[in-house]
């Protein structure tokens, strides 16, 4: 990376970090979305567009699972960076965008089954699967997971493939990738609609 590339990229990384810690001030927010629009920035080893989405989780009555859940659009794949906290301790979890963004409902049903546009089973990331299905979740001791996934096929230009608009849910239980069509991940604990940021 050339020296005059690195403050900038410097600059928005600490930025989304920023975003990413307090997801609840809306200043950090105003000033993430104030990145150069159309500008490029080399980040995990893609390309990065100015363009993102955010879904903020939260619990379902019974559980404190919260957090946040940011979709950065890169060169032929979507970045799904989540933040979660309040998760069972070392558990593996469950984790998909689903099909409705409504998150009204106690018990999550709302927000409706997995996004699937182009009808395919569930499934793992290396086999047919929901452009919904994502890798799991994976907390830690303290039950907290941020973990960030490269994902193909969803994105969040505008089309049917579009996760904004829709939500994002954390389960219960892990997700077995082969159960039809929820993968048997359990009680949904939090819940969040994807907006465009
Ligand atoms: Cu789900
Ligand atoms: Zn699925």
Avoid: W
């Amino acid at each position: 990376m050339s020296h005059a590339h690195f403050l900038p990229t410097l600059a928005v990384a600490t930025l989304l970090l920023t975003a990413c810690a307090a997801p609840d001030t809306s200043n950090d927010h105003g000033q993430a979305r104030a990145a150069p629009a159309g500008s490029k920035h080399s980040m995990g080893g893609g390309m990065m567009h100015g363009r993102m989405a955010v879904a903020s989780l939260t619990p379902t009555p019974g559980n404190n699972v919260r957090g946040l859940v940011m979709f950065h659009q890169m060169d032929g794949a979507m970045m799904v960076h989540a933040r979660v906290s309040g998760l069972k301790p070392n558990a593996e979890l469950g984790f998909h965008v689903h099909e409705v963004g409504n998150c009204a409902s106690p018990d999550g049903s709302s927000a409706g089954g997995h996004f699937n546009p182009d009808g395919k089973p569930h499934g793992p990331q290396n086999a047919a699967h929901h452009a919904g299905d994502l890798p799991a979740l994976k907390a830690d001791a303290l039950g907290v997971a941020d973990q960030k996934f490269m994902v193909t096929g969803p994105t969040i230009a505008d089309g049917p493939l579009s996760v904004v608009g829709r939500s994002v849910i954390v389960h219960a239980q892990a997700d077995d990738y082969t159960t039809q069509p929820t993968g048997n991940a359990g009680a949904r604990l939090a819940c969040g609609v994807i907006a465009s940021h």
